[in-house]
């Protein structure tokens, strides 16, 4: 029987960070991952000619610090994003140009617009009393935008802008999940310059995910399911392997997929069954150049009748529009055949950004609800009464047991920043829980 | 390898009927069960000299036809529970008897109670558009008691009954799965009277559930957790097993558990994930007699910082107080260590029926959410944007795979007459579905 020190489950940025750290520690780390792949919820397509494409998460934002050390580190190339030209506020039946963050809105709408966002930011700043957090945490984000946003076209926009933050409607999300969410990237200002200045990275999101792949070499074990976990109080068994520790680097729904002995605590339990994965459908069609940049257009369309576009056209690359349709959104989208699907994606293109968007040269799409080892995306949420009941059960290990995951970082949940952080933070656990590895914490770089 | 017509995963009610109807159509079944013991969400503890009492799910009520044709054929006695005297509602200052269903209230908090369960009934009686539908389903059931209930005695009274229906605290559930679970029962006037009527079985209530698996013999198989599902489409490969077709009587994010080729459906997938057990725990304090009812009392105590008491002595039996803690109370309780939770729920019963409470003679508890194969109770819950999305995919069959259990009744969903409909339900599914099972259909007795 192999028996590493630690043994992580899952081969996204989260169990990869947690296994390099140990592995810089000194430790005997092994990674099993489920898929044929690493990189979790980043996934690369490549063009003919090399030219990369991301079909899961893609950005870094300057204040991402982990990830941008994990860039530097694997010499992972970057590029901001395009934002010059007009973005788009289009419909099945109007298209308007607007510039700046915000889509053109009538007076009063904007007025009421920035009183929620004053009202949000608040919230999040603010230090909640339990009786505040129990009431948040009961309340989903629609009731709130319904009651401090009686102007449909800033209601409509909002359930849009939040929806797709959320990868789930705004119908089935805590409204303290959603404060929290914004606290994790520094409030709301912060996380929407953490989004607007946002690069991508030239060969791919998942670059530095398969560089320490490729460091780790044979201690990473794809095409390797974990069904079962058995912490012995001595060691952890994991598919025929014995370790000190583990940290299960997955979900929480589908962490809670996998059958532990001795049973679990109820709380951790109740909380992989409380919080599902959102759903997430992201495409990307190529033309020959970005043409749109052309007309004076920067590529971004907000289309209340169909998914939100990108430019995500590599410098030099071919014209490359990504679009993401999330919740009832994606669900709609992928119940259609993929013919359907496609057509119905490229008339929201040609609303966007004209007749010529109507013949990409290619297309890539990725509905991460259908991936047998995601099962939804791009994140597990949080519905109320989920929070301040079960949460302290997001992080606490149980036993030899430790969890990881982007969904349990304390800053950026949610994002790659958040997943590299809480496999981090994991190893450290792992460091700090066995006297032999005591002496190993390791300096970040 | 062996091959049966077809097999039934989990040998709870809904299992257990399906098994027995298919057993009535002529076909060969065989019954999986993870446990070491049927009967699912029901279960019986003995007293010395035989006494029954109920650990679980335990009532019958008149409009459960089916459940009292079960205890017909197996001949299994049932009781009115004593409901004469006076019930309490106490608090840690307060004790106040009452008679008839409400405690005692002032009388503007009455009238909004009145008001709020009118508008209740009509939400469960008229048809509901989409968007109304949706937007129920974006509310939870805090939020709605928060707006239709102002005066805090009558909204506490709400939250604790609705809570104690629900099995979790109303922050976490959608306001449309409360109407539609009253919907199933019939209307709140209905399901009110199905409570206040209902019967409970000398014997326990999984009595019959034991006189099918005794019937079904060898079919039975306990100890046998099923792990994976695979769907040939052909037949079904489940635990060394083929068979034609499969049913799956578990609660849904149990049956999400099973890792199942090919993979599930996204719709399905999510529905798991979405949703989770309530919270129950149950306990049940032995005396000599039913002292209480010497008092004048029914044995029925409301507990406004405690759990909810009932009186479920077995006529010229011992006296047998059990009591009721769902969603955060049962999880407070539950963390307590046996002596301390033991010495903290005598406390309510003493509060409830006087000193002589203070030193029963047994004590039985159950704590569903350590249960390994139910991981929670009574019920899993809908929480707010699942049935409006995901919802259809409750029953919907995949392939050869048909799911029942409780939560997939269409009427009285959560009681264990909904498992029994829906276990008959999915047995008629499997005898539709193949041409050499269709002449077979069973007429019910």
Redesign the interface.
Known sequence: MEMPDAVVVGAGYAGLCAARRLRTAGLDVLVLEASDRVGGRTLTARLPGGWALDLGGQWIAPAHTRFAALARAYDAKTFTGHTQGDNVLVSQTSHRRFSGRLPPLPPHATAVLALALWKLDRLTTRTLTTAQA?RL????V??WLRRRLPVPQAHRLAEAILGAELS??????SMLALITAIRGTGGVRAGTEAETTASLFVDGADGPARSIAAELGDAVRLDT?V?SIHDTGDDVHIAGVRAARAIVALPP?LA??I?YTP?LP??R??LT??T??G?ALKTCAVYDTPFWRGDGLSGLALDLDGPMTLDASRPGGPGLLCTLAN??AA?RL?RLDPAERKATIVRSLVRGHGPRAAHPVDWHEK?W??D?YC??GYNAYF????L???GPALRTPVGRVHWAGSETATEWAGYIEGAIRSGERAADEVLQAETRFRDRLVVPD
Chains 1, 2 share one sequence.
């Open positions: 129990e945490d009961s309340t989903t629609a009731t789930v409607d705004v119908a089935s999300v399911p069904t729904p809670g997929r059958h049973a109820a709380a339990d109740q069954q409380r599902p994965m759903a919740g009832p669900r992928t509905n609800s259908d047998p099962r939804g519905p109320p009464g989920v301040t009941t079960v």
